[in-house]
């Protein structure tokens, strides 16, 4: 099993930054994926940024120039830096592991509230 404890969410306004963080309570060495998604009202969760298959990262469109996704092996860290936030990227952003043995198996935090806004 991995825990994933999300923080750094908050409001900002436009044009701000914000830094999340996810803490895994095993390495993060071994761990197949892992990133970052978002939840908006009434919309579906979609994915942000994650590395996978050790170095290897993906971005959504939308964050492409503006987010970079990093990592801390010695702390077990994930980190999200989002610059140049606009309205449309208040979401609640949960931190995503996924497992690869006989089986595949995702595990969620609990979620950080980001809220873009004047």
């Known amino acids: 099993q991995v825990q994933l404890v999300e923080s750094g969410g908050g409001l900002v306004q436009p044009g701000g930054s914000l830094r999340l963080s996810c803490a895994a309570s095993k390495s993060i060495f071994s761990i197949y994926a892992m990133g970052w998604y978002r939840q908006a009202p009434g919309k579906q969760r979609e994915l942000v940024a994650q590395f996978t298959s050790g170095s290897k990262t993906n971005y959504a469109d939308s964050v492409k120039g503006r987010f970079t996704i990093s990592r801390d092996n010695a702390k077990n860290t994930v980190y999200l830096q989002m610059n140049s936030l606009k309205p449309e990227d208040t979401a609640v952003y949960y931190c995503?592991?996924?497992?690869?043995?006989?089986?595949?198996?995702?595990?969620w935090g609990r979620g950080t509230q980001v809220a873009v806004s004047t």
């Open positions: 995503n592991a996924e497992t690869k043995g006989s089986l595949t198996l995702n595990y």
